[in-house]
């Protein structure tokens, strides 16, 4: 059974830091892209931030740009999410993806793998 886990999210101050993990099992996740989606109350789910199984390739939303950043262990199956300087408006709960994609892709549809989701909570 495939199951990706999600961890670090938590409460934490405007212009603070928070680390977000996850750990993929149940497959091998060679050549599939990880990343993130988030999705805030009342609001549309938007894709954050994504990474090619090689690394080589990331992508990142526009309102993250400069403020976060993503990384893999692939010996490990983990995902990471660093995010700095938080701002009330990144108060959702992220989600961890994973999908058999060369490249990083801003389509929900494209990751086949969800994780249940951590809740980030940015106090102003």
């Known amino acids: 059974q495939v199951q990706l886990v999600e961890s670090g999210g938590g409460l934490v101050q405007a212009g603070g830091s928070l680390r977000l993990s996850c750990a993929a099992s149940?497959?091998?996740?060679?050549?599939?892209?990880m990343g993130w989606f988030r999705q805030a109350p009342g609001k549309e789910r938007e894709f954050v931030s994504a990474?090619?199984?090689?690394?080589?390739?990331?992508d990142y939303a526009e309102f993250v740009k400069g403020r976060v950043t993503i990384s893999r262990d692939n010996a490990k199956d983990t995902v990471y999410l660093q995010m700095n300087s938080l701002k009330p408006e990144d108060t959702a709960v992220y989600y961890c993806?994973?999908?058999?994609?060369?490249?990083?892709?801003?389509?929900?549809?494209?990751?086949?793998?969800w994780g249940q989701g951590t809740q980030v909570t940015v106090s102003s």
């Open positions: 990474i090619t199984w090689a690394k080589i390739t990331t």
């Open positions: 149940g497959r091998t996740f060679a050549g599939y892209a």
């Open positions: 993806v994973a999908g058999a994609t060369g490249l990083p892709n801003r389509q929900a549809s494209t990751y086949q793998y």
